[in-house]
């Protein structure tokens, strides 16, 4: 994950604190506000280590509790504030007390749910969090298993969203960041740690707009090339039939459903 010290960066959904508290202690942020979906009771109850009085005595530092992305509702305190970076840190919608939010526009899978979450994230990151003067980034971490990995991430969030574009990704390694342990959402338990991976999202589309040392970070969209399946990541194809079997399997399948499912909302959706 590629962050420089001078940047303004907001962290979202941060369950027991400790992204963020090793992000401070770490990388030296100018300024870094913190976001919690759970009340303070509720996440002192929950974990039984975290970095609340850490974070809340550090200077340039705030920390947010019951901040729902999805609901402007939630961040009166954050008005009059810009940031150069957003950060959400392995999304996942069970972590909503309230997931029946997502259901407006009707039975939906958990997958699509999932998918409008992060594309919520995304708009209201341009819209309302990022600075117009700034560097102007979102972060997604995300896990290449499932359920995370059948989101197709890097083609759909910003489907039809000509202002919000996508960067690329790179490589989570969480040993950078000493004290952070990715939590269960629901209980005090420390989620086995695997292979993450941060995407990249800007409305600045030009190379020039953006840190040469973040452009050399991410990687190019290998998947995207002729050959390969954009929406399972499969590939190459060493010929048409090599493709054509692929798409005669389950998983294909079954991505494909996710795909139709997710644009079918879209289409019929209100404007976010």
Request: with cysteine; glycine share 4%; aromatic share 12%.
């Amino acid at each position: 994950m590629f962050i420089k010290p001078n940047w303004r960066i907001l962290t979202i959904g941060d369950g027991d604190l400790s992204f963020s508290a090793s992000l401070w202690n770490h990388f030296k942020p100018a300024q870094l506000t913190s976001t919690v979906f759970d009340s303070q009771q509720t996440l002192e109850d929950k974990y039984q280590h975290h970095a609340i009085k850490q974070l809340q005595t550090a200077p340039n530092q705030q920390v947010l509790f019951g901040f729902d992305v999805t609901d402007p509702k939630t961040w009166a305190k954050l008005r009059n504030q810009s940031f150069d970076l957003v950060i959400f840190q392995f999304p996942l919608v069970p972590a909503f007390e309230d997931p029946e939010y997502f259901h407006t526009m009707g039975d939906i899978s958990i997958n699509t749910l999932n998918r409008l979450l992060l594309r919520k994230y995304l708009i209201h990151c341009v819209e309302y969090f990022l600075d117009p003067d700034g560097k102007q980034l979102c972060y997604i971490t995300s896990k290449d298993v499932k359920p995370y990995s059948e989101w197709n991430i890097e083609n759909s969030l910003n489907q039809g969203l000509e202002h919000i574009h996508y960067l690329g990704s790179m490589n989570f390694d969480i040993n950078k960041f000493p004290g952070y342990k990715v939590r269960n959402v629901d209980r005090d338990k420390h989620v086995k740690d695997t292979q993450g991976i941060t995407y990249a999202w800007s409305p600045k589309i030009d190379s020039k707009d953006h840190d040469n040392a973040l452009l050399e970070a991410l990687e190019t969209k290998s998947h995207q090339r002729k050959g390969y399946c954009e929406i399972c990541k499969a590939g190459p194809f060493v010929s048409t039939s090599d493709k054509t079997l692929h798409e005669q399997t389950k998983k294909h399948r079954l991505m494909q459903q996710y795909e139709q499912q997710y644009a079918s909302v879209l289409l019929n959706s209100q404007p976010i």
